[in-house]
């Protein structure tokens, strides 16, 4: 009796025991404990991490040495230190400094993310070497730190050795907050050199989502293979907002808006796809899907706003590309451009000239570039633009093309063209104009090809006001009545 009285004392300490150890350490994910990094009221020195006795700011918690890692060779860093692969580390509101970390090699995922409310500040993030790691919900400019330097604000390379799964999402980037009033100079003195950066050698699957970049000059540079880079919202851009130089990569539901030329020298474009100084090598196996590109939104008055080039590959051959559902709004000549196609797709994009009354006709140019040589093996379909240019080999395909300018013009295709709704009209030549056959299988706003009769051209599928709309509700909890 006495024993089993005992035992039932020993499981309850136990239990309690335990309750304890996951209420000062509850579980973050599937695994890893959770710590707390809080500048304003917490001690690197005296703190244990808890969320009763935080840390201070990361940037001293990474100084004093407390992420338990490994060193690319193998061998364990920071041997013992609380923090360690799997676990999670939120950030509390105040300014955490800057997180730089070289050569850490986690076995898992460390996240190192804004605690649930909070919105913590940190003036950059560099990161050269090193995996698995997370960055996600932070505020990062190097404005927080007092003043603004112009560099990259987060910034992934693999300078000894690789840099790779490594996740930026749901941060807000930017040089400076406010930017009313910019000048040209103050552009070129303050705009934060990129917004999001990955060095093109030795960099690989990283995962760059719904971050909000803002006010900078060069947005996201795609220096990185295997990559994916989705959801993310690029404004107010001082030189292009997308460079793409490596294989692999998916460019996806991304919105650029709102361009700047405060540098005359600059070609602007909202993805460029090159291989810096490589003009022979080929950039191979990338989707750029569902983007939208606008110029200007119309209420920019600034007189430095820009029409930039919209998807562009002008030195670099591009393979195997899926180019399709982009809505691109701008008044240059080149909206989508890619010479030296092969291999490729290039359907259902939407190419709007914001400025009809200008010298340039926005078009979609499939030629041979410098070399001469025409597109091959490649599919052109299904398109609208304000101009084309087209030059394919007997290997490929250009069909179901719609040039709007010049076939009835913005009245007869566009919904509300002057607020930038370019959804078509019932009337419009370019419903069920389309073919099925390579278009993708669902438009940029989601709904599923086709609808009516046939494919629609362009990025639109016009949905009969009567025909019932995609479903996207729920189903109902079951209501425990049976039902046959
Ligand atoms: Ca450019
Ligand atoms: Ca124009
Ligand atoms: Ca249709």
Known sequence: ?????????????????LSVHFLIFPRAEASGNLWYCDPVNGNTST??????????????????NKFESK????????????????????????????????????????????????????????????????FEGLSVSTEHSGSITKRSLIEIRGISYPASYITIE???????????????????????????YTSSSNVSNITITNNRVKNIRMGIRVGASDSTIKYNTVT??????????????????????????????????AIQFHRGADQVTPLANIIVRNNYILDFENN??????????????????????????????????HGITLERLSNSKVANNLVFDHLPNDSMNTAIRIHGGIAGVPATNSIVRNNIAADYALTLDASSAADHNINYRTEGGANSFF??????????????????????????????????????????????????????????????????????
């Open 300 to 333: 920019v008055t600034d007189t430095l706003k820009y029409s930039p080039q919209g998807i562009t590959a002008f030195d670099a051959p591009p393979t195997n590309f899926t180019v399709e559902n982009n809505v691109v709004i701008t008044s240059h000549y």
């Open 47 to 64: 703190g244990d991490g808890s969320s009763e006795h935080p840390w201070g700011s990361i940037e001293s918690v990474l100084a004093a």
């Open 415 to 484: 919904a509300n063209y002057s607020q930038l709704d370019l959804h078509h009209i019932a009337s419009s030549p370019a419903v069920n104009s389309g073919i099925c056959a390579n278009a993708p299988s669902t438009d940029y706003d989601g709904v599923i090809r086709p609808q009516g009769s046939a494919c629609d051209a362009g990025a639109y599928e016009y949905v009969l006001s009567s025909a019932p709309e995609p479903d996207t509700t729920p189903p109902a909890p079951p209501s425990g009545v049976g039902v046959n």
């Open 170 to 196: 749901n941060n807000d980037v930017f040089s400076k907050n406010d930017i009313t009033g910019w000048t040209a100079q103050d552009w070129l003195d303050y705009g934060a050199t990129t917004g999001i």
């Open 71 to 134: 060193y690319y060779n193998g061998s364990v860093r920071n041997s013992g230190a609380p923090i360690k692969a799997g676990d999670s580390v939120y950030l509390m509101d105040g300014y955490h400094g800057a997180i730089s970390l070289s050569n850490y090699f986690n076995s898992d995922y460390i996240s190192i993310q804004a605690a649930p409310g909070h919105n913590p500040k940190l003036s950059y993030i560099y990161l050269s070497s090193g995996s698995k790691w997370k």
């Open 1 to 17: 009796m006495e024993n089993k009285f005992k035992s039932l004392i020993f499981v309850c300490v136990f239990i309690l025991a």
């Open 236 to 269: 107010n851009i001082g030189g292009d907002s997308m460079t793409v130089l490596n294989n692999n990569n998916i460019i996806e539901n991304n919105t650029f808006k709102n361009y700047f030329k405060p540098d005359p020298a600059d070609h602007l474009d």
